[in-house]
Structures are given as structure tokens and as C-alpha cells.
């Protein structure tokens, strides 16, 4: 499933394939879905449903692991068949039935099932997705790929809080009857990926190739485990952005308006993935991943001193452009530093140890809130950052990290 080597010389994004264009509108569509409810879940679960924040931490903890580990299976399992859009398509209908659960929702064991089982949907098709842009994307352009993906799937995380803001006040703040309408883009979705996204041809006949087996892992090359190192690390230094949505409460923003957040956040991303991914093609990845590390300090250190929405606001901006600048870049590295018989199961392997690592980070930031409050968890979050950006100063730069 090899890409072509000599990509045309024109604009990295009307160079693209179709498929990649696609495959960002379906994301688009699919966190339109899922940040509308994301945006409220966490109020829901503290205000309504009377759960605590280390119940919240854990929960989104759990839920994003649960995705981690599905990507490994996932992933190999596209690498085996040489095919990845039925994973790909089975992973954003899972999610898709998913959604009339949170309204439904009575005690909290109901949306953690719901986020478990959403999550399980977005790990079968994360693995099999994040390879199939790097089949069909020649590896000249895989920034600008993974970017311009990014950057769309962050408009959609941008338009669900947006309709969650214009949805709770034309419903009186009804929560349950505003999670409804979510099932519209996630169905939207999926009937966009199944028509429009081709994955090219595999090189050999699937059943003619020997099975993978756990042996299969050490061809993977030492750059790779670097990346993979590299990205756990990233996701100790931040946590789940359901503390966002907290923070913007605790500092006094209205409950109407706590989905603004996440519409803040999401501009910054999605305005700045794209360019940020180009970027990733042609400028070291070393001195993103550091820009990156600089801007989630910043973010933390304000979201831990703020005291008034506006500052809270302002912290949910930084965060976006910290995400920008560093998630399409480690995609673009696993990608270039691993075989592409491979390919499915080190995105996949890369996604378990970073979701592992998420999952650590949320529970802890969720008991320092309770414990010491607020601006522990977010400066606990900066310290960590901080320490993460002088190992990176103090390491000698190497062409994949």
C-alpha cells in the first residue's frame, strides 16, 4: 500500500488526496457529535449527577485507555487483512450507537459504560485511520496529511460546544434533551467514510502473507520506541481537558456558557494544526515538540492563576495551540519511523502506551483537585511540562525526536 514517491509541486493542501479530505470531514462530523456531549459531560456528571472529581479524572482516564488498548488490536488486525476502512468504518458506527446513551444516563455507571463502549469504538478505528493516511499520502506530504486531518476534526470539536452554547439556550439549560441531537452528526459520519474514502490496493494477497505474531513487534527499529517514549511522556505533562471545562466553572463562568471553553480551545487548534503539520515536513521536530512544551507551560501556569473566566479563557487558548504543534508531529513521526507492513500495529502500540499514560495523568490530576485544589493540578501539570521541555534541551537533537 505504498504511496507515490514524487508528490506534484504545488500547495502542500491541494496536493492531498481526496481520501485525506474525506477522512477529515468524517472526523469533523464525528467530534461535532462527541464534544457536544463532551462539553457538558463533565457539569453533568458533577451538578446533576452528583459525581466527584476524582470520579470524573477517573472516568475520562478509563475511557481514553480503553481506546489506548483497542488501537493495538485494531491496528494489527489491519496490518494482517492489508485492509483498514472496515475497521475504520466499524469504530465510528460503534460510536455513532453510542450516543442516545448519555441522555438516557440516570446514575454515573451509566455514562461510564457509554464513554466505555465510545471509546472502544474510537480505538478500533483510530489505529487502522491514522495508517491508512500514511498509505495513501506520499511521504513528502504526511505533515501536511496528518495536519490538515487534525485541523478538521478540531473544526468539528470547535462546532459541537458551539451548538452545545446555542442548543442549552434556546432548551433551557435541558441538558439531556441538548446530548439528543448529537446523534445527528455522528450518523453523518459514518455514511461520509463508508461512501468516500477508497484505500488503495495492498501490495500482495493478504491470505498469501504469514500471520503476525508478537515476534513480528521487534522489527519494529529503535527510532520507533523513541517516538513512543517520546509521546508517553507527552501525555504525563496533560491530562483530560474535561479540567478545562471544570476550571472555567470553579472560577465563576455560568453553566450556559461552560461549553465556550472547549469552542476557545479548539479555535487555536484547529486554526493552527494545519500550518503547524506543514511545518512538521520541512522544520525540526525537535523545536515544535520543545514551542509545543513552552505553550502548555504557559497554559497551565494560567488556568492555575485564574481568576476570572476571561483568564481561564485565555489558558484553554494556549492549550489548543500546545495540541496543535504537537499532536499531528508525533503522528508524523510514528509514521515515518515505522515499516509499513507495520504500520497499523505501531500506531496502535504507540496509542496503548500513550493512552496508559493519559489515563495516569488524569487520575492524578483529578486528586490533587480534590486534595489541594485547582491550581495544584495545573501547576503540577507545568512542573512536569517544564521538566520535559530541559530533558529535550539537554538531549543531543536526533532527525526523528
Not at 492563576?305 to 508531529?329: R, V
Amino acid at each position: 500500500m505504498a504511496a507515490p514517491a514524487n508528490p506534484p509541486r504545488t500547495a502542500p493542501w491541494r496536493a492531498l488526496p481526496a481520501g485525506i479530505w474525506a477522512l477529515g470531514f468524517g472526523s469533523l462530523l464525528m467530534d461535532t457529535s462527541s464534544e457536544l456531549i463532551h462539553s457538558l459531560l463533565p457539569v453533568f456528571l458533577v451538578s446533576v449527577l452528583g459525581a466527584s472529581m476524582v470520579t470524573v479524572g477517573v472516568i475520562e482516564g478509563v475511557a481514553e485507555a480503553t481506546a489506548a488498548v483497542m488501537k493495538v488490536f485494531s491496528g494489527t488486525l489491519s496490518d494482517a487483512l492489508g485492509r483498514r476502512k472496515f475497521l475504520m468504518i466499524l469504530g465510528y458506527a460503534l460510536a455513532a450507537f453510542t450516543k442516545p446513551v448519555f441522555p438516557l444516563a440516570q446514575p454515573v455507571g451509566w455514562v461510564f459504560a457509554a464513554r466505555f463502549v465510545d471509546r472502544i469504538g474510537k480505538g478500533i478505528r483510530g489505529a487502522p485511520r491514522d495508517a491508512l493516511v500514511a498509505d495513501i499520502t506520499p511521504p513528502a506530504l504526511r505533515g501536511a496529511a496528518y495536519g490538515l486531518r487534525q485541523a478538521l476534526d478540531s473544526v468539528g470539536a470547535l462546532f459541537g460546544p458551539l451548538l452545545a452554547v446555542v442548543l442549552m439556550m434556546a432548551l433551557a439549560d435541558d441538558v439531556r434533551s441538548v446530548m439528543w441531537i448529537a446523534m445527528i452528526p455522528a450518523f453523518l459520519s459514518v455514511a461520509v467514510l463508508a461512501v468516500y474514502v477508497r484505500e488503495p490496493e495492498p501490495d500482495s494477497d493478504p491470505a498469501a502473507k504469514p500471520p503476525l505474531v508478537l515476534a513480528d513487534v521487534r522489527r519494529l527499529p529503535w527510532s520507533y520506541w523513541l517516538v513512543v517514549l517520546l509521546g508517553a511522556v507527552f501525555m504525563l505533562t496533560r491530562f483530560s481537558d474535561a479540567f478545562l471545562v471544570l476550571r472555567a466553572q470553579d472560577v465563576g463562568l455560568d453553566i450556559t456558557y461552560v461549553p465556550l471553553v472547549m469552542i476557545v480551545t479548539n479555535v487555536f487548534y484547529a486554526g493552527a494544526a494545519y500550518p503547524a503539520g506543514a511545518a512538521a515536513d520541512r522544520t525540526s521536530p525537535r523545536t515544535l515538540l520543545l514551542f509545543g512544551l513552552a505553550l502548555l507551560i504557559a497554559a497551565d501556569c494560567l488556568l492555575a492563576f485564574a481568576g476570572s473566566p476571561l483568564a481561564a479563557f485565555a489558558g484553554a487558548g494556549l492549550w489548543g495551540l500546545h495540541m496543535a504543534f504537537t499532536q499531528g508531529l508525533l503522528s508524523k513521526l510514528v509514521a515515518d519511523t515505522a515499516p509499513a507492513a507495520l504500520r497499523g500495529t505501531a500506531f496502535g502500540i504507540f496509542n496503548l502506551i500513550s493512552g496508559g499514560a493519559l489515563l495516569l495523568a488524569s487520575v492524578i490530576a483529578g486528586t490533587l483537585w480534590n486534595a489541594y485544589g485547582a491550581p495544584a493540578t495545573f501547576l503540577a501539570g507545568a512542573a512536569f511540562a517544564a521538566a520535559t521541555a530541559a530533558c529535550l534541551l539537554a538531549r543531543r537533537p536526533q532527525r526523528t525526536v
